[in-house]
T-cell receptor, first 112, second 112 residues
Framework: GEDVEQSLFLSVREGDSSVINCTYTDSSSTYLYWYKQEPGAGLQLLTYIFSNMDMKQDQRLTVLLNKKDKHLSLRIADTQTGDSAIYFCAESEDNAGNMLTFGGGTRLMVKP | DTAVSQTPKYLVTQMGNDKSIKCEQN?????MYWYKQDSKKFLKIMFS???????INETVPNRFSPKSPDKAHLNLHINSLELGDSAVYFC???????????FGPGTRLTVL
């Protein structure tokens, strides 16, 4: 079955860039997503990328996709303390009812 | 506000009881989902439903059943609750294909 892997933890200083990495196994993944979950809260969609794209930029967020290596990354520029949260990578296939397979989440801690 | 909403936010109940969690979306989406997040933050799809098709994750016990009175609602019924059912349950909705699911705030279920 599909598998999505993320490192568990990342710590950065305020103002630095954060890079959260994700690998997936399903070569028929059509869309790849990044969601943010703050403590006690739901999942907030940050951005998503179609599998025929290499890069997508949205303000402080940059998503890079290496389809050959099945590697997805999320870069957050000028990381702020409010960016502290768990970040989930997810993938879906177009013919699978748009159901998401999630990674285990990366807990980002931003130190002042 | 356009959103996905869930009630209740917290649900505490005894083993063996039957309970329901309600979900409503006013986004005009045609597909709704239920996800389960366990204590280690792992997220797993339980169901995907639109007016044509119900897709069930094969690992979900048949004590769990989704019920959709109309396109804007997908409620989750759970019979004979067990300790292992304690988790946060997220409802989500999207267009069937090609659009990122939007998540509700979650319902924290605790089974004693």
């Amino acid at each position: 079955g599909e598998d999505v892997e993320q490192s568990l933890f990342l710590s950065v200083r305020e103002g630095d860039s954060s890079v959260i990495n994700c690998t997936y196994t399903d070569s028929s993944s059509t869309y790849l997503y990044w969601y943010k979950q703050e403590p006690g809260a739901g999942l907030q969609l940050l951005t998503y990328i179609f599998s025929n794209m290499d890069m997508k930029q949205d303000q402080r967020l940059t998503v890079l996709l290496n389809k050959k290596d099945k590697h997805l990354s999320l870069r957050i520029a000028d990381t702020q303390t409010g960016d502290s949260a768990i970040y989930f990578c997810a993938e879906s296939e177009d013919n699978a009812g748009n159901m998401l397979t999630f990674g285990g989440g990366t807990r980002l801690m931003v130190k002042p | 506000d356009t959103a996905v909403s869930q009630t209740p936010k917290y649900l505490v109940t005894q083993m063996g009881n039957d309970k329901s969690i309600k979900c409503e979306q006013n986004l005009g989406h045609d597909t709704m989902y239920w996800y389960k997040q366990d204590s280690k933050k792992f997220l797993k799809i339980m169901f995907s439903y639109n007016n044509k098709e119900l897709i069930i994750n094969e690992t979900v016990p048949n004590r769990f059943s989704p019920k959709s009175p109309d396109k804007a609602h997908l409620n989750l019924h759970i019979n004979s609750l067990e300790l292992g059912d304690s988790a946060v349950y997220f409802c989500a909705s999207s267009r069937l294909s090609g659009r990122a699911p939007i998540f509700g705030p979650g319902t924290r279920l605790t089974v004693l």
